[in-house]
């Protein structure tokens, strides 16, 4: 009580809430297989001093923070633990600023990232980062995961665009890091190491992002169906070496187009067991039919270039769809590995003995064209059994990932799930640094703790 009487002091009226329905339903992200704690209360704060406020109380009664924006994570991140308040950042949502001179943006942390991108066209720029959740997920927990996308394979993934940021760190400080220049190599980059940091070294109050000018040629879609999914992955490697960088280059097996075909009527099986769907921005054709022969020199049944742009954005919407998809079979264990582009096919291969190894259904979508594998590993609901299968398997494949050479997270982030596979790819050397900024920032312990390290 004394906590909560300081808490109350800090704050405006209406701003705490107690209410053990709501809190329970902002108590963890779309992780459905991390486990989750009891909070105590929900902040819901309307600017960077009350952040700051809350902050600065928890740590001085040691109260554990667990910020969160939409809940659309996908590794239990934002998941509560025992006795924490949930700090709840998506009613901070202006866009503060466009400047097109300078192509930046600033904006808190509430803002959805679709609405960013349809606020910075109306400027004729672009804001490039696209996870499936984009119509949803806001930007600061984009920038939290270090969020990426279907587009990333060109242009990259959040902590590439993010120029500055304020933060609330442990101690309750409320600093600013980074830049608006388009250059400077003042110190250390403080705003590249917030991002993708999960809250656990500061809550993120304001984002000052890149912006690009939006691409001046419509974009020609190439899609290609396979046998296998190996045959498929023989595409993504030829199309790495061959040197062309589409803007996407994405991979959806048979049981996505099944599962969005049982809940959407779109007809995508009858196109072949495996599809890869390139897409290329720059308008130049001799590059869409480059990416077009690495599809059937690998040994595509089936490959066309769409000129029909509706058909086109069908088949990526169709991509996006795939997971909730699955959703409706049962609970999906989700995957994020990446490896070397050049051994996709191999790890494809693996990921196929997993299932059969485990008896576990795999459904497989993927950011093909940079190596970012998303094996779904869908469980009958309330098959105990299966699921420990699932979880056998899902630790595997984060082993397979390290052993090639890749990572367990590409961009959905470690949160709860991935930590002892990321314990296995940095080792204890490079962990003892993560906790030495850990403890310089967070003193007290209490942003986020048991999540990432």
């Known amino acids: 009580m004394q906590f909560l009487d300081a808490l109350t002091a800090a704050l405006p009226p209406g701003r705490i809430v107690l209410d053990p329905d709501v809190v329970a339903a902002h108590s963890r992200d779309q992780a459905a297989w991390a486990p989750q704690g009891k909070a105590a209360a929900l902040v819901r704060p309307e600017d960077a001093e009350q952040v700051r406020r809350v902050v600065a109380v928890c740590a001085e009664h040691r109260v554990p923070v667990v910020p969160r924006g939409a809940g659309t994570g996908l590794s239990g991140g934002a998941n509560a633990v025992d006795g924490c308040v949930l700090l709840a950042l998506d009613g901070m949502d202006r866009i503060l600023e466009i400047d097109p001179g300078e192509q930046l943006a600033v904006v808190q942390p509430g803002v959805v990232n679709d609405r960013l991108r349809a606020v910075a066209a109306e400027h004729g720029l672009w804001y490039p980062p696209d996870p ?82 939006l691409p001046g040629s419509p974009p020609k879609t190439i899609v290609g169906a396979f046998g296998s999914l190996v045959a498929a992955g023989r595409a993504v490697a030829a199309a790495a070496a061959s040197g062309i960088t589409p803007s996407a280059l994405e991979l959806v097996d048979r049981y996505c187009l099944r599962a969005v075909d049982d809940w959407k009527n779109m007809g995508l099986a009858d196109l ?100 970012n594998l998303h094996p779904l590993i869908v469980v009958p609901a309330g098959d105990e059994e299966a699921r420990a299968r699932a979880q056998s398997a899902f630790e595997a494949i984060l082993d397979d990932a390290i052993a090639l050479g890749g990572t367990v997270t590409g961009e959905h982030g470690v949160g709860l799930l991935k930590k002892r596979g990321m314990h296995a790819e940095l080792g204890e050397d490079v962990l003892a640094l993560h906790r030495a900024i850990k403890s310089a920032l967070d003193p007290a312990g209490v942003l986020n703790p048991g999540k990432v390290i």
């Not at 997920?137 to 996308?149: L, P, V």
């Not at 921005?281 to 690998?298: I, M, V």
């Not at 742009?309 to 959703?327: H, K, N, Q, T």
């Open 272 to 371: 072949g067991d495996v599809l890869l769907l390139g897409r290329v921005d720059t308008g130049d054709e001799a590059e869409a039919a480059a990416l077009q022969a690495c599809f059937d020199e690998a040994g595509a049944v089936f490959s066309t270039r769409s000129t029909d742009a509706e058909e086109a954005e069908a088949l990526f919407s169709a991509r996006r769809l795939a997971y909730p998809a699955l959703e409706r079979l049962g609970p999906v264990l989700t995957e994020d590995v990446c490896v070397p582009r050049g051994l996709v096919p191999e790890m494809l291969a693996r990921i196929e003995g997993h299932a059969r190894t485990h008896d576990v259904h795999i459904a497989n979508i993927a950011h093909a064209g940079d190596g």
């Open 132 to 213: 499936a959740s984009s119509p949803w997920s806001t930007i600061g927990g984009n920038a939290a995961t270090n969020a990426g996308g279907v587009c990333c394979v060109k242009y990259g993934v959040t902590r590439d665009y993010v120029l500055g940021l304020q933060v609330v760190t442990g101690t309750g400080d409320l600093v600013r890091v980074g830049r608006r220049t388009r250059k400077g190599v003042a110190g250390y980059d403080l705003a590249g190491l917030f991002v993708g940091s999960e809250g656990t070294l500061g809550v993120i109050t304001e984002i000052t992002v890149r912006l690009l000018r």
